[in-house]
């Protein structure tokens, strides 16, 4: 059950195609009611071809103050902030943007800060550590940002090439190896790609080649457990949720939704 | 309190311009959950230059099912609707929009209707009687067909002569007579105008000229009781609030909004 819904309660979006999976509209307005804040998140699906014009429309609603955004739009929502952060520049990404009170949109990228968090929780100091990310899509170049910065050496794999390149250019000040699908030799694997939401999925690594103990996150969130992490788990390793991830992700996400400055 | 929301809820707006006085993000919701219906009626407050981008954006949104259309928007949201009803044309103007399942979206007008319910709930029976309509505005046009068709006969009065003539034009095929702020020689007066919202506004007639026992109604939900409705109640008339035209409103618009079809 949530507080209710007025004419007067402030309006956050979370955008992307599909939603039923998100997480946000339940979590973040929780975390809203729990600050004393008349706020919800709303779910909306929107295509690749709808975004440019529904962002356009959107900002312009005056109750809506703030937007999260996810698969497939954390790039091409980058085009719709005026003021991103210097995080969300280095990645050309964001997930979540704000109006501030001049008017203009300020945009983050804060998923990976939360995976750095949630690892952390489950007992993975990820300084000097080799850490293998697959999928260099919004969230994915986002873990892989924040792995460096908190002292892994990261490697990347995405099966599209250029896209992984242009990570690895974008990111050119650390120093960003090239992965594969084989997680031999590496103390954690994250799932940054959809693999695993349907059915029929492939795994996103040869899970037979992992190593004994190393850590397995991934940020699907439904199901719950992947057939990624319930292979990883039935050797032995830990493993961490999209779950255990959103769990600070709502915080940190409301932290910078609620934080109108400028 | 209201039921959760998810990815998976479906989602109404309620577009207008302001917004933070309307009913129907709590009564729509309410009446959703009884009907055991997940979905949400969510507030979005967009001025009259933003509306045609922003209602061609949501109308695209996969997970948007229902739009009602409040002030001051109701005329202009007709030219959204590939499917509007015979009412909804003869008004030209729409207060709810839902997608029909081969994804065009059709329109109705329902505002007259939940007037007519709330003036008979309050023993008001429109045959024969003598009504005064103050507004010749979305709802207030849709209040004077509703009361014509009851068997009222039907005066209306506007300060923009010229958006009342439109209206006995539109409504020619009944006998729709011209009024004035004087409510003498009228059994019922309806408000249709955003009189009475703001603590300064004048009065929609000169309450002093009310007939003894005249019935007083007034489409404004902010404040409950109007200056207008406050002065007509000290005169011994019987009264009808937004809010108890609101109460069949929420039911009759989810009636439609439900209703899918096509």
Known sequence: MLPGLSGETRIHLIVGDPVAQTKSPAGLTRVFAARGVDAVCVPMQVSAADLDPFMAAAKRVRNIDGIVVTVPHKFAALAHCERPSERARALAAVNAMRRERDGAWAGDMTDGVALVAALQAAGFAPQGRRALVVGAGGAGSAVVLALADAGARVAVHD???ARREELRA????????????????????????????????????????????????????RPVVTPFLDRARRRGSPIVTGEDIFAPQAGILADFLLFASG
Chains 1, 2 share one sequence.
């Open 159 to 161: 099966t599209d090439a």
């Open 170 to 221: 974008r990111l050119s000040a650390r120093d960003i190896a090239i992965g594969s699908a084989d997680p031999a030799g590496f103390d954690l694997v994250v799932n940054a790609t959809p693999l695993g939401m349907a059915a029929n999925d492939a795994l996103p690594v040869a899970t037979d080649r992992l190593e004994a103990g190393a850590y397995a996150a991934d940020l699907v969130t």
